[in-house]
């Protein structure tokens, strides 16, 4: 489903309601009761936060488990207080944070042979998840471009996210999914 502007626009400031909010009070906002209704469909979301330009937080759901909405507002949340490479934000701090949204198509199985994994990814459109066993990474179809990364180094760099090593996307026990994102950012 392709979102407008208007619903890019209206999910960053929910995000940042629901940061301000959880930061000042540690109180989850509720569902807007005028959500527009198509903003309740159960779609993946990751909502990532930016501090002059560099990464301050970033988490999500790859998988559509919940109205759009209420991930967006976990996410956001999550991202503030919970990304564990990061200390939590600080109310002080939440001015100079920009926040950017990607919104997830379902991930897709890429299941050809191995050899074919990289005529299967289009830089700069697909976003990538490795799985092995008990260990998954992922990574934002942004990821590559912003990194110029080529093919190769993408999958290597999501194998690595998962704590794997980088060649593991050649073994025969490997999965690995793509989905492609529709990105929004906060206007400055």
């Not at 760099?157 to 490997?174: F, Q, R, V």
Request: net charge negative.
């Amino acid at each position: 489903m392709a979102l407008t502007e208007e619903d890019g626009q209206y999910l960053i400031d929910v995000a940042r309601e629901s940061i301000e909010l959880y930061l000042d009070n540690r109180i989850k906002i509720d569902v807007p009761f005028e959500c527009p209704k198509h903003l309740k469909e159960n779609l993946g979301v990751f909502v990532t936060l930016n501090k002059n330009h560099n990464l301050r937080g970033c988490i999500g759901y790859p998988e559509p488990v919940m109205p759009l909405i209420q991930a967006t507002i976990n996410s956001a949340i999550s991202a503030a207080v919970s990304d564990n490479r990061f200390p939590m934000v600080s109310i002080d701090e939440l001015e100079d944070i920009q926040i950017e949204l990607t919104v997830l198509t379902k991930p897709e199985l890429i299941d050809t042979p191995k050899e074919e994994y990289l005529d299967n990814i289009i830089i700069g459109e697909d976003g990538l998840i490795v799985e092995m066993g008990f260990s998954r990474g992922l990574l934002l179809p942004q990821v590559a471009t912003e990194n110029n990364m080529d093919k190769e180094e993408f999958i290597s760099h999501t194998c690595l996210k998962a704590g794997l090593s980088p060649n593991s996307w050649i073994e025969d026990n490997i999965k690995l999914y793509k989905f492609q994102g529709q990105i929004f950012y906060e206007k400055e």
